[in-house]
């Protein structure tokens, strides 16, 4: 499996923006994804995971209720809405595919086998 994401951009406080996860590979639909963020100086970490079906998801407690995680399995391809942005969400986003379905260590990084290249969120305030 092969992901790209897309979607980062600068934007002000409060306003909203959508990332995509494209994948490739028709194995990418049994498969659990997840979304990582990387600020400068900070190790990796957990932001939202969604399983193979859509139907379980997990979020980080800085963005529940903000961001919502989604996944279009016929075009392969999973979303991160995310709304209400904080400079502290300023990041690179990773998406990530386990071949786990919902794996219990869905939060940590290696818990993933897949990892796309990552996309550039900027909040300004």
């Known amino acids: 499996v092969q992901l790209q994401a897309s979607g980062g951009g600068l934007v002000q406080a409060g306003d909203s923006l959508r990332l995509s996860c494209v994948a490739s590979g028709r194995t990418f639909r049994s498969n659990a994804m997840g979304w990582f963020r990387q600020a400068p100086g900070k190790e990796r970490e957990f932001v939202a995971a969604?399983?193979?079906?859509?139907?379980?998801?997990a979020y980080a407690d800085s963005v529940k209720g903000r961001f919502t995680i989604s996944r279009d399995n016929a075009k392969n391809t999973g979303y991160l809405q995310m709304n209400s942005l904080k400079p502290e969400d300023t990041a690179v986003y990773y998406c990530?595919?386990?071949?786990?379905?919902?794996?219990?260590?869905?939060?940590?990084?290696?818990?993933?086998?897949?990892w796309g290249q990552g996309t550039l969120v900027t909040v300004s305030s």
């Open positions: 990530a595919a386990d071949r786990k379905g919902w794996g219990k260590d869905r939060e940590k990084t290696n818990e993933y086998d897949y």
């Open positions: 969604i399983s193979w079906s859509g139907g379980s998801t």
